[in-house]
């Protein structure tokens, strides 16, 4: 059986847009993933809310700089033939990073340190999947589009995640996948999704995780 680890924020958690309890265990993209993989892989689920690609956030104890606290993930749950990363939602925040290009640049590193700690370890290198996170929308919810420098600004960014993570993609010999494709953000806050969007993430990954992997 195949392992891969799911690499993400407040979206791979689960997070619900309007402040409730997060959504049920089926309800997450990770677990549509897997059962749509049917039996052939298990799927890690780590998610964050506010996870960033490499930058520092000091809003929260838990570190959520996704560069930092990856190496002691592919430790734990090493070997691993799969590593999917949805990241670069929380670095279009200005007092974070700001752009979806700088984004990508983070998202690029991750894929470094992937590579580079299954060399050091002298273990097969896992697959990758680049991600490039569902859009922003605008929203009525005033603080969550402030932390994004508000509307304008939020949407502007978030709607190039999939020309730079796919160059990305490209450059570095992964796999890519366009959250936008397959799920829409909840105008409730603009940035979280509703269970069945959240579905859809994992739903729309399955076809793109079996030709890589060959299930």
Not at 96 to 111: D, W
Not at 113 to 131: F, K, Q, S, W, Y
Request: charged share 20%; glycine share 12%.
């Amino acid at each position: 059986m195949k392992t891969i680890l799911a690499y993400g924020d407040s979206l791979t958690f689960g997070a619900n847009p309007s402040g409730g309890p997060r959504h049920g265990y089926d309800d997450r993209w990770p677990t549509a993933l897997e059962k749509g993989l049917g039996g052939k892989a298990r799927v890690i689920a780590e998610g964050l809310g506010g996870r960033t690609t490499v930058s520092d956030d000091w809003y929260a104890n838990a570190d959520r700089n996704g560069a930092r606290i990856l190496p002691t993930l592919l430790e734990s749950h090493g070997p691993l033939d799969m590593v999917i990363i949805m990241l670069g939602t929380n670095d279009l925040k200005p007092a974070i990073c700001g752009s979806a290009l700088e984004a990508s640049f983070g998202m690029r590193r991750l894929v470094q340190i992937i590579r580079g700690h299954a060399a050091g370890r002298n273990e097969p290198i896992p697959e990758i999947i680049i991600v490039a996170p569902p859009l922003l929308c605008a929203s009525e919810n005033a603080d969550m589009m402030g932390h994004f420098g508000g509307i304008a600004h939020g949407l502007e960014q978030s709607s190039q995640f999939a020309a730079h993570y796919a160059r990305r993609a490209e450059e570095w010999d992964t796999g890519f996948f366009d959250a936008s494709t397959v799920a829409v953000a909840d105008p409730e806050d603009g940035v979280h999704l509703d269970a069945a969007n959240t579905r859809a993430i994992g739903e729309g990954l399955v076809p793109v995780v079996k030709s890589m992997l060959a299930l």
